[in-house]
């Protein structure tokens, strides 16, 4: 839906967070409400975009490294193919 985010004040798609009882975007859910996590990666504290296999926390830009990663290595093997 769109509202007014509490925290940034600009109207967005926001959605009512259950623990503080307002109006959020998701750029402010992702920076104040997320818990953050040590990524096993890179080791800085950031909320896990994703999970690898043993539940360990990854962070957005190790996500985006690897995603690049991968899609090199899948362009590649279809290059040399
Ligand atoms: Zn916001
Ligand atoms: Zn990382």
Redesign the pocket.
């Known amino acids: 839906m769109n509202g007014i985010c509490f925290f940034c004040d600009e109207a967005k798609t926001v959605r009512q967070n259950r623990k503080i009882g307002e109006l959020i975007c998701s750029a402010c859910y992702q920076r104040e409400i997320k818990p953050k996590e040590v990524?096993?990666?890179?080791?800085?504290k950031?909320p896990a975009k994703t999970r690898n296999k043993q539940g360990g926390?990854?962070?957005?830009?190790?996500?985006q490294?690897d995603r690049r990663a991968k899609l090199r290595a899948t362009l590649q093997a279809s290059r040399s193919a």
């Open positions: 990524c096993t990666i890179c080791e800085c950031e926390a990854i962070c957005a830009a190790c996500y490294r």
